[in-house]
């Protein structure tokens, strides 16, 4: 193979670290890949560090020793946090996402991965200090902004499901009081998929009055899990009716929804 130049090699090395982010990658594998020395590799991994620090787009973490090497922590610019709940904001604030019932439809959203991604980088900036050990969700909607969350931060994912599964084995369930609906429901969570004592960080698509957030915590303490932190995409806040949960981060507010006008309105509500 021809041997790259410094500019090739660069560019090589960033897009490695960039599809393998959180992972702990040594400088051999450079070294043997690319045909060139350790300390040619590491003063390349210094230019690279530098242009992701100016474009905002995250930062390298070097490990020194044997089993040492370089970790990609990938971030999302401030400015580009910005727009992007804005955007999404005036995309869920158009009037035909009105649903009877009093709902706002968010599945097309949900499950793009252009619009999830930044969201998952913005979760995982917001929560990364509190160094959760697993990102916890509930079935359904939730689970592709959990996955981009657990990826920007390097962490396994686990899905509460709303009843037992013969496929998840021994399982703990618990009932709770839905708060937009106050109707009694079951969660359930297989024994195997989380260990005692994690560090837990929840992250669900909306929040009414936050019945079911109330009911993971619970849920949580079953396997005396330490919920450190709870992020919604988005939480509903057209009455002055307080949430049943505290200290969760929202990243945008629903703030009216009537069904008889058409006018609703979603803003940002994330303080980057």
């Not at 660069?10 to 702990?24: S, Y």
């Not at 990658?25 to 242009?51: C, H, N, Q, Y």
């Amino acid at each position: 193979m021809e041997k790259m130049k410094r500019a090739e090699r660069m560019v090589a090395i960033t897009q490695v670290l960039m599809l393998n982010p959180n992972a702990l990658t040594p400088l051999t594998l450079f070294a043997e890949r690319f045909g060139t020395a350790k300390s040619t590799i590491s003063e390349d991994l210094m230019a690279v560090k530098g242009s992701l620090l100016l474009s905002g787009q995250g930062y390298l973490e070097t490990i020194s020793g044997a089993a040492g090497g370089v970790r990609y922590i990938p971030e999302i610019p401030r400015e580009e946090a910005s727009q992007v709940l804005t955007e999404l904001a005036d995309r869920l604030s158009d009037k035909e996402r009105i649903l009877a019932g009093g709902f706002l439809y968010m599945t097309d959203l949900l499950f793009n991965p252009s619009v999830l991604r930044p969201l998952g980088l913005i979760f995982a900036g917001a929560f990364r200090d509190k160094k959760p050990d697993v990102v916890v969700t509930i079935e359904t909607k939730g689970i592709p902004l959990a996955l981009v969350t657990a990826e920007a931060l390097g962490l396994p994912m686990v899905v509460i499901r709303s009843g037992n599964k013969v496929t998840e084995g021994s399982s703990v369930s618990i009932n709770y009081v839905s708060g937009s609906s106050r109707r009694i429901q079951t969660m359930s969570l297989s024994r195997r998929a989380l260990e005692p004592q994690r560090r837990v960080l929840v992250i669900d698509d909306f929040m009414k009055a936050g019945g079911t957030a109330l009911g993971i915590k619970d849920l949580m303490e079953e396997f005396e899990a330490n919920v450190v932190g709870m992020g919604v995409l988005v939480e509903a806040r057209m009455t002055e009716e307080p949430k049943l949960v505290e200290g969760y981060l929202a990243l945008l507010q629903l703030k009216e929804l009537d069904i008889a006008t058409g006018r609703t309105s979603v803003v940002p509500m994330y303080n980057l």
